[in-house]
């Protein structure tokens, strides 16, 4: 965002003995004129004086300090095909993240130094994250599926010094030693044959000078998933990150007794503060994992309290319990008469007694699950969020009305940007967790910004006269008919989606017929075609046209397809971001509006 952000340039931006680089220099200059980002500098200014923000070692010290010996990581290992529980506390997190630290500067890593971390979260991984951060260098948290051509862009264009990675990926990763200028070392997070090890390279004591950072300092470089092709580097400071956590903390109550388990991983910022770093502000634990199918045994053997996922899990959730209601005729009963006695005998069979709620973010919860959960007395707070904003901006109640994602976290403002005549218009957010920029892109830094400092999200939404924000799509997907009304794909693609037959789908504009139209590409669910007897592409095109006639009469007549023409079946699953993202950029091309 700032316009001389020194990072916005491909050299090298500070001497070595300098240390690390300031986002907003002293005089205050962006080299962007009187424009948005300077505006929001100055609005960011107001909100930080009289007040500092810690910085994420700052409070790690002070968590190891109050909670030393309580447990900080559980995580799950499979040994002999018995689930252990590898467990890790505070104290244990923060000497071996010292010590790693000594070791990095040992290998000449300085304060303000590119650090990247290319694996799913494990024990290793957060000791990585504590060293860089103890070190006063720059976490670059990457993707650990991303393949070695992007790993390479990636860290040749932020000047990545030292690769972590996952073990089975080293000896493909090693040669970038070569390949990518300044990078020294690849260090594989967990033993393995013939590969450099964390535990391998660790000193008997960490020795490190302690680097005291300042809270403007970049702090972590997260890189978008690219769903448009379109990966950005967002600079997020020591104060964006530890502003979000202490806003989250004073509208989600946690403590020290809770266990949080996660399904999201680390390397996307929803992990990395919402699920990794705000369970360790309160000196509660945190467990991982990415086994859905075992997700449950592991619930129960950590006594989880608190569950942090994305929408896939509860949908999925959902969908089981709802089939598990259709075949029993007494829970039925129970779903119409006492939702909540039935909600409480399956939190105990599945979760146990000690489980609180369930929080949902990275993309949209529909409201029919959310609020079929939560009639359950299953509470469920769902965060909306940005990258760019270190990434929550509204959360809501566990029993809020279904449909909203709440109200803005304290410090945050929202509004809505022109809105239409039913009060939609593009979300704008500012606040203390709004990013510093995108890495070495100072247009589109620009362009991120209103002219009075506001950061424009891309989403459309409204807001009600609680303050309560209700999201309906992506301004970018939005397709606008000649009758001048608006169709978001996001709420046409849940209502198809609900189709058995219907495994992936992607609702957009077609003009191939004069004029605007919506249309889907549908990849069905081939098991339960076949077992219809549907083989062939076009049997099955005719098939789901039947079922979509009858699924989108819950639309509005605007909102549906006209026709069968407007459908299209594929043979192959669409390709996926990261995030299980359909790219859209890949299957619709199309200018974006702003």
């Excluded at 300098?18 to 220099?25: D, L, V």
């Excluded at 070392?185 to 490190?208: H, N, T």
């Excluded at 000649?482 to 609702?507: C, D, F, M, Q, T």
């Excluded at 083989?535 to 549906?560: H, S, V, Y």
Aim: positive net charge; aromatic residues 8%; hydrophobic residues 40%.
């Amino acid at each position: 965002m700032c316009a001389s952000l020194k990072a916005a340039w491909p050299r090298r931006w500070w001497p070595r003995p300098r240390g690390p680089w300031r986002p907003w220099p002293p005089n205050g200059t962006y080299g962007l004129g009187r424009d948005g980002m300077s505006t929001h500098k100055q609005y960011i200014s107001a909100v930080v004086r009289g007040r500092r923000y810690p910085t994420i070692p700052e409070f790690l010290a002070r968590a190891v300090r109050t909670y030393g010996e309580r447990v900080a990581l559980r995580l799950p290992v499979s040994r002999e095909g018995r689930l252990t529980i590898q467990e890790t506390t505070y104290r244990e997190l923060w000497e071996l993240g010292g010590r790693l630290a000594t070791w990095l500067s040992a290998r000449g890593v300085e304060p303000g130094d590119r650090v990247a971390i290319l694996a799913k979260p494990s024990r290793g991984w957060a000791v990585a994250f504590v060293a860089i951060q103890r070190l006063g260098a720059v976490a670059m948290p990457l993707d650990a599926s991303l393949q070695v051509a992007e790993v390479r862009r990636l860290l040749t264009e932020a000047e990545a010094v030292v690769l972590f990675c996952s073990p089975d990926r080293y000896e493909e990763l090693l040669p970038l030693t070569k390949e990518v200028p300044t990078l020294r070392e690849v260090v594989a997070l967990e033993e393995a044959v013939g590969a450099l090890s964390l535990w391998d390279v660790l000193p008997e004591e960490a020795r490190a000078p302690e680097y005291k950072p300042d809270p403007e300092d970049l702090a972590v470089l997260m890189y978008t998933s690219g769903t448009t092709g379109d990966s950005k580097g967002v600079m997020l400071c020591h104060r964006n990150i530890t502003a979000n956590i202490e806003a989250m903390l004073k509208v989600i109550q946690v403590g020290p007794e809770d266990r949080a388990l996660t399904i999201v991983p680390w390397y996307h910022i929803y992990g990395l503060t919402a699920s990794f770093l705000a369970p360790l502000w309160v000196g509660a634990s945190v467990t991982y994992t990415d086994d859905y199918r075992n997700l449950i045994p592991i619930a129960q053997k950590v006594g989880v309290t608190i569950l942090i996922g994305v929408p896939k899990l509860y949908h999925g959730l959902w969908r089981r319990l709802s089939d598990n209601l259709q075949a029993s005729l007494l829970k039925r009963a129970l779903f119409k008469v006492a939702p909540r006695l039935l909600g409480k005998l399956i939190k105990k069979k599945l979760l146990g007694e000690q489980f609180r709620f369930f929080i949902s973010g990275g993309a949209p919860l529909h409201p029919e699950v959310a609020g079929a959960l939560r009639r359950l007395g299953l509470g469920v707070m769902e965060g909306y969020g940005l990258t760019e904003t270190a990434p929550v901006l509204t959360l809501s109640q566990a029993f809020d009305p279904p449909g909203t994602v709440g109200k803005p976290l304290p410090g945050v403002q929202i509004k809505i940007d022109r809105p239409d005549p039913e009060g939609y218009g593009e979300v704008l957010a500012r606040g203390p967790n709004v990013m510093l920029g995108y890495y070495k892109n100072p247009r589109r830094t620009q362009e991120a910004f209103t002219e009075d400092g506001w950061f424009r999200t891309g989403d459309v939404g409204r807001l009600d006269r609680e303050g309560r924000l209700f999201l309906v799509g992506r301004k970018k997907n939005m397709i606008m008919l000649e009758s001048g009304k608006k169709v978001y794909p996001e709420e046409v693609e849940w209502e198809l989606s609900r189709i058995p037959e219907v495994a992936e789908v992607l609702v957009y504009e077609d003009t191939s017929r004069g004029q605007p139209m919506v249309a889907a590409m549908v990849y069905p669910n081939w098991d339960l075609l076949r077992q219809q007897g549907v083989t062939e592409l076009e049997q099955a095109r005719d098939f789901l046209w039947e079922k979509i006639k009858e699924a989108q009469q819950n639309l509005a007549p605007f909102k549906r397809l006209r026709d069968k023409e407007s459908l299209t079946v594929v043979a192959q699953p669409f390709e996926k971001s990261t995030k299980q993202e359909i790219k859209r950029h890949l299957y619709v091309n199309r200018p974006v509006r702003r």
